[in-house]
């Protein structure tokens, strides 16, 4: 499936203030928002319409309305600074959480909860800014899917190539929305020139 570059100049307008380290985590909350709305609205392009019957003021017209009911997965706890703007310009979302959290060494997430609403007969979106190694990304895929989750999309601010070439070979149907695809990993598994640590930046910890 295919990978998706956000190509939007307020994209990277945002992403450079993103990366500067001298962003506050303030700003960067305000920033994570304007990017993960752009991209929102690129994810949702194809999302299925049919058809409505209404009235307008002056007379009957059959009009289209969104199909499918949206279900949006944010990976805890960075996902959450992504949420927001979904929920913003679709109200009627259902939202599920996967919380997953790399291990320092290792660069291996581990599962700390998961709720997630019925998801047959959805689009599911799973959200997290970073797809740096993956594994976060490909495991709360796998958990999607073993709830029913068919109609996946996922949704990053930057990615990785090992992490799109890991999700591609694990998941080749799901496609991903990024707002950069950045050079490489460093070995501590961070993104480079990437952002540094998301989660760290949004909540200021
Ligand atoms: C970060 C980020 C992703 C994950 C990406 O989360 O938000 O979930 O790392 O890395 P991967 O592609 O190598 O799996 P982290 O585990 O630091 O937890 P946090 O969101 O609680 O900060
Ligand atoms: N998680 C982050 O927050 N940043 C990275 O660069 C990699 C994983």
């Known amino acids: 499936m295919p ?8 994209g990277a307008h945002v992403l450079t203030h993103l990366r500067d380290k ?7 909350r305000t920033l994570s928002y304007q ?3 752009l991209l929102a609205l690129e994810a949702t392009r194809d999302l299925a319409t049919e058809e409505k019957k209404i009235e307008t003021p002056l007379e009957p017209v059959t009009s289209r309305v969104l199909a499918k009911p949206l279900v949006i997965v944010p990976i805890l706890r960075a996902g959450l600074g992504m949420l927001q703007p979904f929920h913003d310009v679709f109200p009627n979302v259902s939202v599920g959480y996967v919380g997953l959290e790399r291990d320092h060494a290792t660069a291996v997430a581990r599962s700390y909860y998961c709720k997630l609403p019925p998801l047959a007969g959805t689009r599911v979106i799973v959200v997290d800014p970073m797809l740096a190694t993956g594994g976060s990304a490909v495991q709360a895929i796998e958990v999607v899917k073993s709830a029913s989750g068919k109609e996946i999309v996922f949704v990053c601010i930057v990615a990785s190539p090992e992490g799109v070439a890991l999700m591609q070979k694990a998941h080749p149907e799901v496609p991903i929305h990024a707002g950069a695809l950045d050079r490489a990993l460093n070995s501590r598994k961070y993104i480079l020139p990437g952002l540094g640590d998301f989660g760290d930046r949004l909540y200021g910890t």
């Open 3 to 10: 990978l998706h570059i956000l190509q939007h100049p307020l």
């Open 22 to 28: 001298t962003t506050k985590p303030a700003l960067f």
């Open 35 to 37: 990017i993960s709305l």
